[in-house]
């Protein structure tokens, strides 16, 4: 399993990755979520070739009915296209990397 | 499994409502709404959980929920929060204390915000279990069912509690159809109907004598029962065209015949029921009763009762309806119907077919709910067919307690009281 998971790794995005992080507040639970997130991408991404925008639903609860947030934290792919949702804390490496597809295929 | 049910409450679309759909598309119940009526002021929070999304981790915060609702309802002021198919919520994540929490955070909020919540959640076996906090955390529970019944589908609800407020605790029937929901009229303990002092004709002098003089009291129940071919509905319609002549509104349910063929059928007795469906006085609807459960029948008869606001009512026959269910069951519903009625002063006049081997006694046994019981009979005498009438009983009325024998013709029923002397 570790096998294909670095075999997806190695395939790199080659659209720029703009992903979306929906949380409510600095919570534990957001600010783990959002380290997780950063650690993941620094890892599967070529530096300089993503983005992560932090939106913070306390001060837009507007963003939030739009995009349909459910649970707090959520990762939006919003770029490039197929749009993928992860929901939680994202401490599971390699649902985030599966869920959010951050390979090529 | 009745999700949509209460949406619309009319007291909800006057003041604004936020709905929280977890199942069905905002498309979808706006739809729905559209068929009731025009003007509701509903926003709509679509909190459909993607079945697509991942999740990660075990730590998930439902704040978001609780963070659009304040925002929904900030934006419309709406003093209504409908939150439906809650239990999607349970479903949809794994952690039930995490999902507890968050929406006991917005029964919180509502109350010190005074917004009116209601939730709906579908029944399951373990409903408790799944959603078993919801008991405890709401002030109010209504539950929602529905039965078969020899093939018939009856819905019934039945308020579970109502804190700070005496509640019935029966299971009261209820029907859903393009108005929305309707219940029936429950049946007040207290009879305080109050008794018109005038008097309805029967449309014959005779039969008038026999009850005293000048007909029956306005406003009373009035059963005309006997065998198959005894003159019933002749007799309840020249009742409906008597009282149109004197300018009363007649309401007439025939269970048997099409109208059509009802008015052919007694214009062959002389009867001219017509001019009074042209002029609106005369009313006949024809229903067959197998359609449709007890309930659902009187909830349709007593809105077209409320609508049409007759001062007579026929049920041609009343018996028709009692097929359908249990004999308590339909006693239940015709003293409920009958109240109903004598609530709102209207004169009701039901007949009842009774078997022919009933030997002309009631099978329905609601003797005691009428106040004057007209019966008919047939009697085979000297190889000939013989109709006869008499007055059973009629309350408040010095009547005749004579058999007297009576001919269909031509010019309606003629009574002879001379006869038998």
Redesign the interface.
Known sequence: MRSVLDQLINRRLKDYLVLEV?F??R????V??IS?LEKICAEVCEPNAYQIDLIN??EN??A??EN???????VIRRAPTPI?????????KE??I???CLFST | MFALSFATSQEASRSGAVYLTFDESPQRLQGYIDRWTQKSKITFIDVRPDPEAVISGRHIELSPLFIRIENAIKKSGAKYLIIDAIDTLFEAFEHKSTVHLGLARVFDWCRQAGITLLATAGESENYRTGTGILDYACDCAIRLSQDMNDGLMSRSIRVLKNRGNGHGTNSYPYIIDADGISLIPITSTQMSAKAPKKHLSMGNKTLDQMLGGKGVWRGSTVMVSGQSGTGKSLLSARVAESACQAGLKVLYFSFEESPDQFVRDVASAGLRLREFIKSGALTIKSERPVERGLEEHIIRISRLVEANEPDVVVFDPISAIGDMGNAQAFKNVVIRLCHHMKSMGVTVIMTELLPDFADNYSTLNISSLVDSWVRLRRVENDGKLCRQIYVHKSRGMKTSNRIANFEITTKGLEIDLNQNE
């Open positions: 929906y409510a507040g919570t534990p639970t957001a783990q979520a997780n639903i306390i609860p507007d939030a009915e349909g947030i459910l649970a707090t934290p959520t993928r949702t992860v929901i939680g804390d994202l401490s599971d649902e985030v599966i869920g959010l």
